[in-house]
């Protein structure tokens, strides 16, 4: 009897972890959701492994790779041609553009512009970063993007951008110190980031495994039982009525537009509606500004929302139209920008 | 609520003991009709009362249908049901397809009848259950069967909510004298139920929507694909159809197994067919029995000379491929199968194709091989027309073929469609050969079979959790 049960459980488990892996691999093969695609880089923290392949489907359909350097796009060196016109995109989830492939993106789109204008000279590079706000676009233009060298470094921000509780243990961090800021490189000896970094390594190059920290994050926001309950879910009255607190331009925000705006090369687009606060610091710096929320606005009033996903119904990044308008904005001042540069 | 989410796990975790544990039939089968509404219900409750309206009026013809002596008053309340049942199906489902036809059609002559157009939800399941009950008023019109005589059993031949929203549809003669015995599953039809329930959901839920997610996105802007990305996306809608369907096939078998109630097997393999009329016996199984019985066969079949044969079978095949939605792709397409089902008869000149491969050589698995591919390039072509929105996407898929491109993702796609290409084949290859679809009882140790099941419902519990659930795609039918 025991023995049966032995035999059972041994055959049990051996089919299972066999199936198990069956499973991953097909998962893998598929592509039904990516395998991590981040590093962990010394001075960038959480850097992007070149050569790995993207898959999203949260809003869009996007499939793509990261560059053989570890940035989006094509494998532009880090040293430039000098006969050539460097551009660099920075910014967050709405810069990276994981919903749509990358012949649809700004990026491409304002590339090919560019180049019809200036001659095939024109190089445009995307250091967007999902989950990066003010600060750590600016730790990641002080350690990477500036190696790049570029002639012109579009900064785009959004509201979200200035959301000082979004800190990551495993990115560099920015200390005030009177009037400058300070980059601290202190997430490498924290616990936290030896464990992630422990903890990465496996869970990283397993999809399933990956899959189940997703389950993990939809727990931890709360949204495990209207998955679960779907119709019969009725939020608290408490959730809903969530206050939000009226927005402050935090010190360290200010200095970090402050101090980016003194580099020649910046030029901040506003993709969105920015609390005014935020616009009267970037016009303080006197450097060039491009407005597109105007345009995709406008859009939106005439009923055709450049944020909207017909596939999955959700409302988020931009859509193909709004990569198009969004570049078509970009390119009227731009263009005007880098007539003045060259002469 | 669909089949590939918690809420139906949930539902049918309580549904099932307080099932087993009802003491008589009675009650059994009136649980279940309650059942059978709330789960109607939750897509939209305000359709119940369509529901409940079509199962009295039939129950109620039917008896009187039975009743009456006169052939030519039995005729008349054949009629009446039909005409209901196609009123309504007609309704909410085809009224502002006919108005846009005949719209467009008008306004050569400079009118116009947009006015008519109207904002009409089609209710989930319509087509399914409208076909059922039209089959159990002619079988009780043509005396195969009586009429039931418990308005409870009847009504929960209407709305077993297994196979409520979409199919299979099922016959009385097989269902009802099983609802009216012991309701009392049995060992077997328990294990095989689990097994065909988590079989299913693995198909549907990492196959089928992992397909879906990539399909709708290139149907939804064709335009933005390269030729190369465009013919991928056909071959995954192929995968994606068959997969999700067999798929909700499965659960719904599964879960009327665990009740004590054995359902039709909806598919069986059709992408392993040799030839096109094998396809149509494999393919959705209960629909093109019912159109073969209710509409070809009464037409007249192939009794009334060659020609005419052809034309019932073209009529069959057009209004078949009406039922499945309100757009002229799908009249294309099913008028497609009837142009490939009538060559084919005409080419096998009166002799009976066989209905499965045996092995019998090497040369003769060649031979399948490549008849299998033939028919699946004919039928891959044909569901070009079911999955297009509208005219002008084919005409752009034509064009983007023919001015081919290929983009810098055409090794990936290639990847991605192997994959599922290779796993859907995987499902049917041991199907085929095990002649069952709750194949893992073919495994002699029940550890094993244990450990499989365990790890694919595992797989599908973290993906349901993690993406959204795609609807099945046959519920907007």
Same mark, same amino acid.
């Given at each position: 009897?025991?023995?049966?049960?032995?035999?059972?459980?041994?055959?049990?488990?051996?089919?299972?972890?066999?199936?198990?892996?069956?499973?991953?691999?097909?998962?893998?093969?598929?592509?039904?959701?990516?395998?991590?695609?981040?590093?962990?880089?010394?001075?960038?923290?959480?850097?992007?492994?070149?050569?790995?392949?993207?898959?999203?489907?949260?809003?869009?359909?996007?499939?793509?790779?990261?560059?053989?350097?570890?940035?989006?796009?094509?494998?532009?060196?880090?040293?430039?041609? @000098?006969?050539?016109?460097?551009?660099?995109?920075?910014?967050?989830?709405?810069?990276?553009?994981?919903?749509?492939?990358?012949?649809?993106?700004?990026?491409?789109?304002?590339?090919?512009?560019?180049?019809?204008?200036?001659?095939?000279?024109?190089?445009?590079?995307?250091?967007?970063?999902?989950?990066?706000?003010?600060?750590?676009?600016?730790?990641?233009? +002080?350690?990477?993007?500036?190696?790049?060298?570029?002639?012109?470094?579009?900064?785009?921000?959004?509201?979200?951008?200035?959301?000082?509780?979004?800190?990551?243990?495993?990115?560099? /961090?920015?200390?005030?110190?009177?009037?400058?800021?300070?980059?601290?490189?202190?997430?490498?000896?924290?616990?936290?980031?030896?464990?992630?970094?422990?903890?990465?390594?496996?869970?990283?190059?397993?999809?399933?495994?990956?899959?189940?920290?997703?389950?993990?994050?939809? +727990?931890?926001?709360?949204?495990?039982? @209207?998955?679960?309950?779907?119709?019969?879910?009725?939020?608290?009255?408490?959730?809903?009525?969530?206050?939000?607190?009226?927005?402050?331009?935090?010190?360290?925000?200010?200095?970090?537009?402050?101090?980016?705006?003194?580099?020649?090369?910046?030029?901040?687009?506003?993709?969105?509606?920015?609390?005014?606060?935020?616009?009267?610091?970037?016009?303080?710096?006197?450097? @060039?500004?491009?407005?597109? /929320?105007?345009?995709?606005?406008?859009?939106?009033?005439?009923?055709?929302? @450049?944020?909207?996903?017909?596939?999955?119904?959700?409302?988020?990044?931009?859509?193909?139209?709004?990569?198009?308008?969004?570049?078509?904005?970009?390119?009227?001042?731009?263009?005007?920008?880098?007539?003045?540069?060259?002469? | 609520?669909?089949?590939?989410?918690?809420?139906?796990?949930?539902?049918?975790?309580?549904?099932?003991?307080?099932?087993?544990?009802?003491?008589?039939?009675?009650?059994?089968?009136?649980? #279940?009709?309650?059942?059978?509404?709330?789960?109607?219900?939750?897509?939209?409750? &305000?359709?119940?009362?369509?529901?409940?309206?079509?199962?009295?009026?039939?129950?109620?013809?039917?008896?009187?249908?039975?009743?009456?002596?006169?052939?030519?008053? !039995?005729?008349?309340?054949?009629?009446?049901?039909?005409?209901?049942?196609?009123?309504?199906?007609?309704?909410?489902?085809?009224?502002?397809?006919?108005?846009?036809?005949?719209?467009?059609?008008?306004?050569?002559?400079?009118?116009?009848?947009?006015?008519?157009?109207?904002?009409?939800?089609?209710?989930?399941?319509?087509?399914?259950?409208?076909?059922?009950?039209?089959?159990?008023?002619?079988?009780?019109?043509?005396?195969?069967?009586?009429?039931?005589?418990?308005?409870?059993?009847?009504? #929960?031949?209407?709305?077993? %909510?297994?196979?409520?929203?979409? $199919?299979?549809?099922?016959?009385?003669?097989?269902?009802?004298?099983?609802?009216? $015995?012991?309701?009392?599953?049995?060992?077997?039809?328990? &294990?095989?139920?689990?097994?065909?329930?988590?079989?299913?959901?693995?198909?549907?839920? #990492?196959?089928?929507?992992?397909?879906?997610?990539?399909?709708?996105?290139?149907?939804?802007?064709?335009?933005?694909?390269?030729?190369?990305?465009?013919?991928?996306?056909?071959?995954?809608?192929?995968?994606?159809?068959?997969?999700?369907?067999?798929?909700?096939?499965?659960?719904?078998? $599964?879960?009327?197994?665990?009740?004590?109630?054995?359902?039709?097997?909806?598919?069986?393999?059709?992408?392993?067919?040799?030839?096109?009329?094998?396809?149509?016996?494999?393919?959705?199984?209960?629909?093109?029995?019912?159109?073969?019985?209710?509409?070809?066969?009464?037409?007249?079949?192939?009794?009334?000379?060659?020609?005419?044969?052809?034309?019932?079978?073209?009529?069959?095949?057009?209004?078949?491929?009406?039922?499945?939605?309100?757009?002229?792709?799908?009249?294309?397409?099913?008028?497609?199968?009837?142009?490939?089902?009538?060559?084919?008869?005409?080419?096998?000149?009166?002799?009976?194709? &066989?209905?499965?491969?045996?092995?019998?050589?090497? %040369?003769?698995?060649?031979?399948?091989?490549?008849?299998?591919?033939?028919?699946?390039?004919?039928?891959?072509?044909?569901?070009?027309?079911? !999955?297009?929105?509208?005219?002008?996407?084919?005409?752009?898929?034509?064009?983007?073929?023919?001015?081919?491109?290929?983009?810098?993702?055409?090794?990936?796609?290639?990847?991605?469609?192997?994959?599922?290409?290779?796993?859907?084949?995987?499902?049917?290859?041991?199907?085929?050969?095990?002649?069952?679809?709750?194949?893992?009882?073919?495994?002699?140790?029940?550890?094993?079979?244990? $450990?499989?099941?365990?790890?694919?419902?595992?797989?599908?519990?973290?993906?349901?959790?993690?993406?959204?659930?795609?609807?099945?795609?046959?519920?907007?039918?």
């Amino acid at each position: 009897m025991v023995v049966k049960s032995i035999k059972y459980i041994v055959f049990f488990l051996i089919s299972l972890c066999c199936a198990l892996l069956f499973i991953e691999i097909y998962f893998q093969k598929a592509e039904i959701y990516p395998i991590s695609t981040v590093r962990y880089d010394t001075i960038l923290g959480l850097a992007l492994y070149p050569n790995k392949k993207l898959v999203d489907f949260e809003e869009g359909f996007y499939l793509g790779k990261i560059n053989a350097i570890g940035y989006l796009g094509p494998d532009y060196p880090i040293k430039k041609s @000098p006969e050539k016109i460097r551009i660099a995109l920075l910014g967050d989830s709405y810069v990276q553009g994981h919903q749509v492939f990358d012949r649809h993106h700004f990026r491409t789109l304002l590339e090919d512009t560019m180049n019809a204008i200036f001659n095939n000279k024109v190089e445009v590079l995307n250091f967007g970063r999902g989950g990066f706000v003010v600060h750590d676009s600016y730790c990641y233009y +002080k350690n990477f993007v500036t190696t790049f060298n570029p002639d012109v470094i579009l900064f785009i921000i959004g509201p979200n951008d200035f959301d000082t509780n979004m800190t990551n243990v495993m990115l560099p /961090s920015c200390e005030l110190y009177s009037d400058s800021i300070k980059i601290k490189y202190d997430f490498n000896s924290t616990k936290a980031f030896k464990n992630r970094l422990h903890g990465e390594f496996y869970r990283g190059k397993s999809v399933m495994l990956r899959l189940i920290t997703k389950c993990k994050e939809i +727990k931890n926001t709360g949204l495990l039982f @209207p998955v679960l309950l779907g119709k019969l879910y009725f939020p608290a009255a408490s959730v809903e009525n969530k206050q939000v607190a009226p927005f402050k331009l935090s010190e360290k925000h200010r200095v970090i537009l402050r101090t980016m705006g003194k580099d020649p090369r910046i030029v901040f687009v506003l993709r969105d509606m920015l609390p005014q606060d935020a616009i009267n610091e970037i016009k303080e710096t006197h450097a @060039p500004i491009i407005e597109c /929320s105007g345009a995709l606005n406008k859009l939106i009033q005439e009923g055709i929302d @450049p944020y909207y996903w017909k596939v999955s119904r959700k409302r988020g990044h931009l859509n193909h139209l709004g990569h198009r308008v969004f570049t078509e904005e970009i390119v009227k001042e731009l263009y005007v920008i880098l007539n003045n540069k060259s002469n | 609520m669909l089949f590939n989410s918690y809420i139906f796990l949930i539902f049918l975790s309580v549904v099932l003991p307080v099932f087993y544990l009802l003491p008589s039939r009675k009650t059994k089968n009136s649980f #279940l009709i309650i059942c059978g509404y709330f789960f109607y219900g939750y897509w939209d409750w &305000r359709f119940c009362f369509l529901l409940a309206f079509s199962t009295i009026v039939d129950f109620l013809i039917g008896k009187i249908l039975y009743a009456t002596k006169n052939d030519t008053k !039995r005729k008349i309340f054949l009629i009446i049901s039909i005409s209901i049942n196609l009123t309504i199906l007609g309704f909410f489902k085809y009224f502002n397809f006919f108005v846009d036809s005949f719209t467009t059609l008008i306004k050569i002559f400079g009118s116009d009848l947009d006015f008519l157009h109207l904002r009409i939800i089609l209710p989930v399941g319509l087509s399914f259950y409208t076909f059922q009950s039209i089959s159990y008023i002619i079988d009780v019109y043509w005396k195969k069967i009586k009429p039931e005589p418990s308005f409870i059993n009847y009504a #929960l031949f209407v709305c077993f %909510f297994p196979q409520l929203v979409a $199919g299979p549809i099922e016959r009385a003669p097989r269902i009802l004298p099983q609802i009216s $015995g012991k309701l009392v599953p049995t060992r077997a039809q328990i &294990r095989i139920g689990i097994e065909l329930i988590i079989t299913g959901l693995f198909k549907k839920v #990492l196959i089928g929507d992992a397909t879906g997610r990539i399909v709708d996105n290139i149907f939804l802007q064709p335009q933005l694909y390269s030729s190369f990305e465009l013919l991928m996306g056909l071959i995954l809608f192929s995968i994606q159809i068959y997969i999700d369907f067999s798929g909700y096939s499965n659960i719904a078998r $599964g879960t009327a197994k665990l009740l004590g109630v054995d359902i039709i097997r909806n598919f069986q393999q059709p992408y392993l067919s040799s030839n096109i009329t094998e396809f149509w016996r494999r393919w959705h199984i209960a629909l093109s029995s019912w159109l073969k019985d209710y509409l070809y066969i009464a037409l007249g079949g192939n009794r009334k000379g060659p020609k005419r044969t052809y034309v019932n079978l073209m009529i069959t095949m057009l209004l078949g491929g009406l039922w499945h939605g309100a757009n002229w792709t799908y009249v294309i397409w099913g008028g497609l199968h009837g142009l490939y089902l009538a060559f084919h008869k005409l080419l096998l000149k009166g002799k009976k194709p &066989r209905d499965s491969y045996s092995y019998n050589g090497i %040369f003769s698995f060649i031979i399948f091989i490549s008849k299998a591919i033939g028919t699946y390039v004919l039928v891959l072509f044909a569901w070009l027309f079911f !999955r297009s929105n509208n005219l002008n996407m084919i005409q752009l898929f034509f064009s983007k073929m023919i001015h081919w491109t290929t983009g810098d993702l055409s090794m990936r796609f290639i990847c991605i469609t192997l994959s599922f290409l290779c796993i859907t084949l995987l499902f049917d290859c041991v199907e085929y050969y095990t002649k069952e679809d709750s194949f893992l009882q073919k495994i002699r140790y029940s550890s094993v079979r244990h $450990g499989i099941l365990t790890a694919m419902f595992v797989a599908v519990c973290i993906v349901m959790l993690s993406y959204e659930p795609l609807p099945f795609v046959y519920f907007q039918f």
